[in-house]
C-alpha cells in the first residue's frame, strides 16, 4: 500500500496504524459463534417446499400425506398465513404463498419435523396443482404496454409508493439537464451502444438461515445471520402483531453479507412454526434455495447513446436503463437505482438524460448488494467512454482528462462536491501504473474511473470501564466482517491510552439495545460509528476526570490520561488506575452518544484502476496479469483494515467481471445454482495487486472519515473489458467476461 498526496497524516498512536482485528483470534480459531451455529433442546427443523414454476396460479394443495409421516409436527400452507405479506420497504412478499407464485422458488408451504432429512422427505410428499402463467424474465419485456401484471395489488401493499396506473416498473429515477437534441445536433459522432449485466449472488459462505424460539416468559428469541437485525425485528413486530419489547434478536456473527443478508426473510414463516408447535424451529436454505430465490445484485440493460465532437469533448450522454428488481420489490426499491445515475461518470458534460426503470420480473428478488448499482452503471459508462475515445482517435486517458470534471463543476447527477479530485486520481493513477510503458504482444491496457458517496443514518455506542481496568464497548451492530469493532477499540485505545487487549466489545441483542439502527452498509461502518465512538469516548473521559478529580483533590482541567492511568498534570506521580476508579464508584463508568448524521455527504471518493491482461489470439483465454488502483479517501482509521476493504473489494470485482453470474433457462429456472457453477475467484485468478491511497484532511467527524467498503468494487469490470478490447480490438458488451465469451466474439467477427 501507498500514500499519495497528504500521505497518512495522522499523529495519532492508535488511529491511522494497521491494528490486527480484535475480532480476529475468535474467528480463525474457530470459537466465533455464527447464525447457523445456534440449536437448542429439543429444536424442530423446517423445510420449505417451493415453487418449480416462475409465474403459476396455485390451485390445490394435498399436504394429507406430509402430514402423515412419522416425525411430522406441522404442515404450513398460503392459506394459514394468508394475508401476511413482508419487505424491508415495500410489503409484497408472501411468507406462504396462498393464490400465486411469482419465481421458481417461491415458498408455497413448510414441513416442521424432528430433523432436516425428515422435513425433507415429508416436503417430498406434498402434491401441489398449479396452473401455468405467463412468466417474464426481460426487464424490458416487462416495461412493455402487453405485458403480464404481476402484482395488480400493488398500490394495497404497505409501504408502496401509488402506481398512477397498473404496470409493473414500481421504482425509477430520471435525471436531465440542458437540451439533449441541442447536444447530439453538436456533436459530430453520435454512438449507441446496450450493456448487460446478469443477476449476481454475494458470495457469502454461510447461507442464510434462522432459529426461533418462544421462551417462558412469552420472549420471541430469535438467532438470525442479517445484517440489519433491527429492521428484521421491527418487521417482525409489524408482520404479527407483537410488542416489539417482547423480541429479541441474539447476537451472532454473520458470516459474510455484501447486502445480499439485509432482510429478514424467512424469520416470519420460522416464527410462524416456532409459534404454533411451541418449540425452537431452525431452518437454514441450501446453495440451491440460495441461487434461485434469496436477494442478490439486480441484473440491468443499459442502453448509452453519447455525442462527441473530433476534439475529444462529449456534448450529448442519454441512457435509458432497466433493472430487473425480481418478483418482490420490498428489499432494494430505490437504493440500485441512485447508484445507476453513475453511468453519466465523472465527466463534465452539458447536454444529459438518464432514465432508469426498476422492474418487477419473475426471478429473484435484489437487494442492497455491494455498492448498489454502481457495478452495473460504471461497466456501461466507462466501457462507452472507451468506445468513444476509439472513434475521435483519443487515448482512453486522455480522452477521460479531457472531460473529467473540476472541482468547483456541477457533478453530472447535480450533486455539489466539495474538493472534487477526480482529475488527480487519474494522474495519479497513470503514474503508479505506468500507463505509458510499453506492452507485451497480446496484451491489453484498461483503465475506468468511479466515484461514490456514503451515506449516514444513525450510530449508538456505550464505552464503559470495569472495576478490573478493562473497557467494554456496547453497539448494535451485529458483524459481518466489515472491522467496525475493530476502530471502536483503536478510539478506545487511543483517547484512554490503553492498549486494545484491554477492550472488549460487546454487540447489544436488539432487546437489550431498543436501539433503532439500519446496520451495516452503505460504507457507513468507519464513517458514523467512528463518530459515534469519538462522543462516547469524550463523555466517558469528562466522566472519569470527574471522579478522579472529586476523588483526589486534584483540578480536573489538568487531569492526563496515560497508560490506562488518569495523572495529575500538576504532580505526575499522583495517579489512579481505571479501575480503581470505577471500583471506588461501585459501578461501571460510562460514556454514551446517539449519533446521527444525514443521508448526504459534501464529499465523494474517486477510484481509478488500471489493468494489463493477455489474450491468447488463438483460444481468447484472458490472464489478468497486474493490477493497480488508486482510491482517494479520507483519513486512514486503519491502514491494515483499509487495505483489506480495498483488495477485497477488487478481488469480489474481478470475479464478477470475469467469472460470475446467474442465468436463466426457458423455464425460468436459474440453469447453474451452484458454486461448481457459478465459479468465485481464487488466490490463483488475482494477479499483484498495487494500492494507492489518495488520502485527504476533507472527511466527517472528528477523525476526517469517509468510507471505502464499497468504492473498490465497480471498476473492475470496465477496465477489464477496455483492456481486453485494448488487446484484441474487440468489444464485449455483457459480463461476465468469459474467455469463451470472448471466443465467440471474436468468431464472430
Known amino acids: 500500500m501507498n500514500f499519495w498526496g497528504d500521505n497518512n497524516m495522522t499523529t495519532n498512536k492508535v488511529i491511522g496504524q494497521p491494528i490486527p482485528r480484535v475480532d480476529g483470534p475468535e474467528k480463525i480459531t474457530g470459537e466465533a459463534f455464527y447464525g447457523l451455529d445456534a440449536k437448542l433442546p429439543g429444536m424442530l427443523w423446517m423445510k420449505v417446499l417451493r415453487s418449480p414454476f416462475p409465474h403459476a396460479r396455485i390451485k390445490n394443495i394435498d399436504t394429507s400425506a406430509a402430514e402423515s409421516m412419522a416425525g411430522v409436527s406441522l404442515v404450513l400452507t398460503g392459506e394459514d398465513l394468508k394475508g401476511k405479506l413482508t419487505g424491508n ?18 415458498c408455497v408451504a413448510a414441513v416442521v419435523a424432528v430433523d432436516e432429512d425428515t422435513a425433507q422427505e415429508a416436503v417430498a410428499l406434498i402434491d401441489v396443482e398449479y396452473e401455468e402463467l405467463p412468466a417474464i424474465i426481460d426487464p424490458e419485456e416487462a416495461h412493455q404496454n402487453d405485458a403480464p401484471i404481476l402484482h395488480p395489488d400493488y398500490n394495497n401493499y404497505v409501504g408502496a409508493p401509488p402506481m398512477d396506473a397498473p404496470g409493473n416498473r414500481y421504482a425509477g ?11 447530439f445536433d453538436e456533436a459530430d459522432i453520435v454512438i449507441e451502444n446496450t450493456y448487460k449485466t446478469p443477476l449476481t449472488h454475494p458470495g457469502y459462505l454461510e447461507p442464510h ?11 420471541v428469541q430469535v438467532w438470525n445471520n442479517n445484517d440489519t437485525p433491527n429492521g428484521a425485528h421491527q418487521e417482525l413486530a409489524r408482520v404479527f402483531d407483537l410488542d416489539p419489547d417482547n423480541i429479541n434478536f441474539n447476537v451472532n456473527y454473520v458470516g459474510g453479507s455484501f447486502g445480499g443478508k439485509s432482510s429478514g426473510v424467512m424469520v416470519g414463516l420460522t416464527y410462524a412454526a416456532a409459534e404454533k408447535t411451541g418449540m425452537p424451529v431452525k431452518w437454514s436454505s441450501d446453495y440451491d434455495e440460495e441461487f434461485q430465490n434469496m436477494t442478490m445484485r439486480h441484473p440491468a440493460i443499459m442502453r448509452v447513446k453519447a455525442g462527441v465532437k473530433n476534439d475529444g469533448t462529449i456534448t450529448a ?60 452503471a460504471h461497466f456501461a459508462g466507462e466501457s462507452h467512454m472507451d468506445v468513444l475515445a476509439k472513434a475521435v482517435g483519443m487515448d482512453p486517458l486522455e480522452f477521460r482528462l479531457h472531460n473529467i470534471v473540476k472541482d468547483g463543476d456541477e457533478y453530472p447527477t447535480g450533486d455539489g462536491w466539495q474538493n472534487v479530485r477526480a482529475e488527480e486520481a487519474l494522474r495519479q493513477a497513470a503514474e503508479s501504473a505506468g500507463y505509458y510503458k510499453e506492452k507485451g504482444e497480446n496484451v491489453g491496457r484498461g483503465i475506468a474511473i468511479g466515484s461514490h458517496s456514503q451515506i449516514g443514518a444513525t450510530a449508538h455506542v456505550v464505552m464503559k470501564v470495569l472495576n478490573t481496568g478493562r473497557v467494554e464497548i456496547n453497539h448494535p451492530l451485529f458483524d459481518g466482517g466489515v472491522g467496525t469493532a475493530t476502530i471502536l477499540a483503536q478510539i478506545a485505545a487511543e483517547e484512554l491510552d490503553i492498549p486494545t487487549e484491554l477492550i472488549d466489545i460487546v454487540p447489544w441483542s436488539t432487546r437489550e439495545g431498543k436501539t433503532p439502527d439500519m446496520g451495516v452498509g452503505g460504507s457507513r461502518g468507519a464513517r458514523v460509528y467512528s463518530e459515534a465512538g469519538f462522543g462516547a469516548s469524550q463523555e466517558l473521559k469528562g466522566n472519569l476526570k470527574r471522579l478522579a478529580a472529586e476523588f483526589n483533590g486534584w483540578d480536573e482541567d489538568q487531569i492526563i490520561f496515560e497508560d490506562a492511568h488518569l495523572v495529575n498534570g500538576a504532580n505526575t506521580a499522583e495517579k489512579i488506575s481505571l479501575g480503581d476508579i470505577a471500583d471506588r464508584v461501585g459501578e461501571p463508568v460510562s460514556g454514551r452518544t446517539d449519533e446521527e448524521q444525514g443521508f448526504d455527504s459534501p464529499w465523494t471518493g474517486f477510484g481509478v484502476h488500471i489493468v494489463d491482461v493477455s489474450v491468447d489470439p488463438e483460444t481468447a483465454e484472458t490472464t ?25 473489494g477488487i478481488i469480489q470485482s474481478i470475479g464478477s467481471a470475469m467469472m460470475e453470474g446467474l442465468f436463466f433457462d426457458e423455464s425460468g ?20 495487486l ?38 484484441v480490438d474487440a468489444r464485449l458488451y455483457s459480463m461476465p467476461l468469459t474467455s469463451e465469451n470472448l471466443y465467440n466474439t471474436l468468431n464472430t467477427k
Request: a negative charge; glycine letters at 10%; aromatic letters at 6%.
Open 624 to 648: 489478468v496479469l497486474n493490477y493497480t488502483a488508486v482510491q482517494e479517501t479520507g483519513r486512514i482509521l486503519n491502514t491494515l483494515g483499509w487495505q483489506g476493504q480495498v483488495e477485497g
Open 690 to 727: 498495487q494500492t494507492v491511497a489518495l488520502e485527504s484532511d476533507d472527511g466527517h467527524g472528528h477523525y476526517k472519515v469517509r468510507g471505502i467498503g464499497e468504492h473498490t468494487n465497480a471498476m473492475a469490470a470496465p477496465a477489464i473489458a477496455n483492456a481486453i478490447a485494448d488487446a
Open 669 to 688: 429456472r436459474v440453469s447453474n445454482p451452484s458454486f461448481a457453477d457459478m465459479k468465485l475467484p481464487t488466490s490463483r485468478d488475482i494477479p499483484p
Open 317 to 376: 450522454w442519454e441512457s435509458e436503463i432497466h433493472l430487473a428488481g425480481g418478483a418482490y420489490a420490498g428489499y432494494a426499491p430505490l437504493p440500485a437505482m441512485t447508484g445507476i445515475l453513475t453511468i453519466v461518470g465523472p465527466y463534465d458534460i452539458e447536454h444529459i438524460r438518464v432514465n432508469s426503470h426498476q422492474m418487477y420480473t419473475n426471478t429473484s428478488p435484489c437487494t442492497f448488494v455491494r455498492s448498489p448499482g454502481h457495478p452495473q
Open 173 to 183: 429515477l430520471s435525471h436531465e439537464r440542458g437540451d439533449i437534441q441541442k447536444g
Open 209 to 219: 438461515g434462522c432459529l426461533v424460539y418462544i421462551d417462558d416468559e412469552g420472549i
Open 89 to 106: 420497504v415495500i410489503k409484497d412478499q408472501p411468507l406462504l404463498c396462498w393464490d400465486e407464485v411469482r419465481l421458481v422458488g417461491d
